[in-house]
Nanobody, 130 residues
Framework: QVQLVESGGGSVQAGGSLRLSCAAS????????VGWFRQAPGKEREGVSG???????????DYLDSVKGRFAISRDNGKNMVYLHMNNVKPEDTAIYYC????????????????????WGRGTQVTVSS
């Protein structure tokens, strides 16, 4: 069973950048599909990005439309981590960001669905000021 811990959140001005990290322990994260989700105050949780995992994976990736061209998800298998690179951030990106994982591959259409994931971290706060 994998355990996930997010880090890298903080306060940043609009137009700035952050890199969120999702560190895994207890298993090999390369074998898991990993997603990033966020939840702003008073809003529902939404899937920001996902990257498929597992044997023979093709690193299928999906992004929320509002972050395409600004955010990028990537893996560092040597460090057992997945990152969310956030560039040109906007105040509407303010939220608690969570990483989640599921053993094996997930099709692109389901990469940003919370129901696709079995394991969740506790989140890291991102605050973007204008």
């Amino acid at each position: 069973q994998v355990q996930l811990v997010e880090s890298g959140g903080g306060s940043v001005q609009a137009g700035g950048s952050l890199r969120l990290s999702c560190a895994a322990s207890g298993d090999t994260l390369e074998d898991y599909t990993v997603g990033w989700f966020r939840q702003a105050p008073g809003k529902e949780r939404e899937g920001v990005s996902g990257i498929s995992g597992g044997v023979n994976r093709r690193d299928t990736i999906d992004y929320l439309d509002s972050v395409k061209g600004r955010f990028a998800i990537s893996r560092d298998n040597g460090k057992n981590m997945v990152y969310l690179h956030m560039n040109n951030v906007k105040p509407e990106d303010t939220a608690i960001y969570y990483c989640a994982a599921r053993l094996g591959p997930v099709p692109r259409i389901a990469l940003r669905a919370a129901t696709s994931y079995d394991y969740w971290g506790r989140g890291t706060q991102v605050t973007v000021s204008s």
